[in-house]
């Protein structure tokens, strides 16, 4: 039978029409707007006037944009790494519990990713608050000094990024599981004949293999971390807000706080190209490592 | 029914016995009231859906307080979809009429309400004043009061003949009576929102206007020796938490939980607390308390106030009929002569015949402190001030090191003009 390319070609059409449709709807279309917005002095809702790249060229002098852009970089510093590495270890851990147990311990370790933001806080509020937090009567009995977490600027951001480890690291657990479940079993036989011990076995065995869904982590949680925005909002709400700022709650503050939709596009438009910038740089990094460990 | 919303019923009354029968209007309504001054204000709205049954309904819902509730108002009027009436902060006036959300009010509206705009404080109405335009009803105001434990006082001798804390009038006399408060071993004499500089912005607002000093003068912030009085403002405070006189990292729920519990002699908060003791107190868990206006820390008495008011949308191409005009001020004309009730929520009614009221002059402990009204200092005019604005944001940022003994008040100063001059 012969095939009709044309008629093929209609309906392949027709099909992916819905997707373009909706994506150039609700993702390209804002995206244009915000870029042209960007160069304009327009409040949050309605027009401005054309006023070129001065919301570009005032940033590198904003106390507030340099301020954010630090704290967004330490903060992926703080996460992304140590989040990765400690949901790798609590999947090995886990990965040799069996049976019902080990389904108990990952619903344990999974709990936390399906809290809400806002509870995540209250529970971390109930326990480091500083004058009725649990853990500062703990402090209390071994004599150590009450520290005020969440109010200086020394500890905010360290505590909000294990904060954030232990509310997301359950996905990354759930992908290193997959990813150990798809070693197959023969492989550690040859490694245990061969008397290989459990570190070089972890070495020259899990770690090779295991290296696409570490890359997949990685990349995954650097770029959600790069968007913090709610962690840092409710831990930050009344206390020292301008010296937590990330890049994300600038935003924020220049659109709804102070109405100045222009100038908020302009950092969401540096945000997004640091975004593409740093996945770019990390995929081609995971991508010659990758070569490496082969 | 007091005599005041009594005559406004009877006016109502024969309004809608002239005029022939009209279909039933409904205002809708959004508020962002949700603590205990929720719960009254659904009572009002159910008192006066009952006053109009088939002519005006009410129909309200509650937001979240705040830059949510600011949002949402901004985003819905820009597309026609804003309530007919809702509840306003004073503070954030400027920046809503810059944004173009809010209707003027006329002095035919005054009319139609059947209040006179000479019936509010004039402060008070200057504060929903933008270049000559009045663009909202003032409903409250709602200052900050000293509350104190007059158990604990009595024990200490430290309480006047009326029953007041002694050292109201000056620096010297109120730290003494915190360091007297705390050599009879009072582990708190003072609570402190410390850990909240957006609240303690009340606090320190006021101890500048204690000083008259303005924290924007002509457009500039600090202008002058402004600064040297807002350094003054936070060295009190500063000082007070170096001599271990006040708690230190609290936050807002802390800081009740510290007074209420009796861990803390004294607190600096809202008037809208006053339920919070009121209820505890009838529920016989908690001991003698009152609340009074803020001590004369420096020359004169002020205090800092906001006012929740009542505001009519400018929906973005939707005209509002005449019909529906009249209903929502035949609402904030009727919650003005009835806000008697309100009052039992703390806020002091913005209306002055209900202020002037026997009814009112016998309330406690609101009677004790209404006297401050006469110093109230709203915001600065500007579109960067009002709660959950970005000034709120600079100060907290830095009040928080220095009334924690983190920073030095000097340096918080230059901190804070800086970045407010800066936005």
Not at chain 1, 173 to 200: K, M, Q, S, V
Not at chain 1, 248 to 266: C, E, P, T
Not at chain 2, 69 to 74: G, I
């Amino acid at each position: 039978m012969l095939r009709n390319t044309k008629r093929e070609t209609l309906v392949a059409l027709i099909l992916v029409a819905p997707f373009v449709a909706i994506y150039g709807l609700a993702f390209i279309y804002p995206t244009v707007q915000m870029f042209l917005l960007s160069f304009t002095d327009a409040p949050l809702i309605g027009q401005g006037e054309y006023v070129g790249v001065e919301n570009y060229t005032r940033l590198p002098d904003d106390r507030r944009f340099q301020t954010a852009l630090w704290n967004t970089g330490y903060f992926v510093v703080l996460s992304v790494i140590p989040g990765t590495l400690v949901a790798m270890a609590i999947a090995l851990a886990v990965d040799r519990l069996k049976g019902r147990l080990q389904s108990l311990v990952l619903a344990l370790f999974f709990l936390p990713y399906i809290l809400p933001v806002s509870v995540v806080y209250l529970i971390w509020d109930w326990t480091l608050n500083f004058q009725f937090g649990i853990a500062m009567h703990l402090f209390d009995a071994l004599g150590i000094q009450r520290v005020p977490i969440f109010k200086s600027t020394a500890w905010f951001m360290p505590a909000v990024a294990l904060v954030t480890v232990w509310w997301t690291c359950g996905f990354s657990i759930l992908l290193f599981l997959a990813g150990l479940r798809a070693i197959p079993a023969e492989i550690y036989e040859a490694a245990a004949l061969d008397n290989a011990g459990r570190w070089t076995t972890f070495r020259r065995v899990t770690w090779p293999l295991i290296w696409p869904i570490t890359a997949l982590v990685l990349t995954i949680q650097l770029i959600l971390q790069l968007k913090i925005f709610d962690q840092v909002y409710l831990f930050s709400t009344g206390g020292r807000p301008n010296d937590n700022l990330v890049l994300v709650y600038y935003i924020f503050q220049r659109a709804f706080q102070s109405d100045q939709g222009g100038r908020a596009a302009a950092i969401a438009v540096v945000l997004f190209a640091v975004v593409v910038i740093v996945s770019v740089f990390n995929f081609q990094l995971v991508r010659m490592s990758r070569g490496r460990a082969q | 029914m007091n005599a005041v919303s009594r005559l406004g019923a009877a006016a109502m009354a024969a309004l809608v016995a002239a005029g022939p029968a009209a279909a039933q209007e409904t205002v809708v309504w959004w508020d962002f009231l949700s603590g205990g001054d929720g719960v009254r204000m659904k009572q009002l709205i159910e008192d006066f859906n009952a006053a109009h049954e088939g002519q005006i309904a009410i129909d309200a819902t509650t937001l979240e307080w705040g830059t949510p509730f600011y949002s949402k108002v901004q985003t819905s009027a820009a597309v026609g979809e804003a309530p007919d009436i809702m509840t306003y902060h004073a503070s954030r006036i400027p920046l809503a009429v810059q944004q173009g959300v809010l209707q003027p009010i006329t002095e035919a509206d005054w009319q139609a309400m059947g209040l006179s705009a000479s019936d509010y404080d004039p402060a008070t109405l200057e504060a929903v004043t933008v270049d000559g335009q009045v663009y909202a009803v003032p409903f409250d105001t709602h200052p900050i009061v000293l509350y104190y434990n007059k158990d604990i006082l009595a024990e200490a001798g430290l309480l006047t003949e009326d029953g007041l804390p002694m050292g109201l009038d000056s620096r010297e006399g109120f730290t003494a009576t915190l360091q007297a408060l705390k050599d009879h071993g009072v582990q708190f004499p003072m609570a402190s929102v410390t850990a909240d500089g957006n609240f303690m912005f009340r606090t320190i607002y006021s101890l500048m206007g204690q000083q008259d000093g303005e924290l924007m003068t002509d457009g500039e912030f600090l202008a002058g020796d402004n600064a040297e009085k807002l350094q003054n403002a936070l060295s009190v405070l500063a000082e007070w938490t170096e001599a271990g006189l006040q708690s230190t990292y609290t936050d807002y729920p802390a800081t009740v939980a510290l007074f209420t519990s009796g861990e803390a002699a004294m607190m600096i908060n809202g008037v809208w607390e006053v339920p919070t003791m009121m209820d505890a107190q009838a529920a016989g868990t908690l001991f003698e308390w009152g609340a009074v206006e803020l001590p004369v820390i420096f020359d004169h008495p002020s205090t800092y106030a906001d006012s929740h008011s009542f505001a009519i949308p400018a929906n973005q191409g939707v005209e509002m009929s005449p019909e529906k005009r009249a209903a929502v001020l035949e609402v904030i004309g009727w919650m003005a002569r009835n806000s008697l009730f309100w009052a039992t929520a703390g806020h002091i009614p913005a209306y002055g015949p209900v202020t002037q009221s026997e009814e009112y002059k016998a309330m406690q402990p609101n009677a004790t402190y209404s006297s401050l009204t006469a110093n109230m200092i709203f915001d600065p005019k500007t579109p960067l001030a009002g709660v959950a604005g970005p000034i709120f944001d600079v100060m907290s940022t830095y009040f928080v090191p220095t009334l924690n003994g983190e920073m030095d008040p000097a340096e918080a100063v230059e901190e804070i003009r800086a970045e407010l001059n800066d936005m």
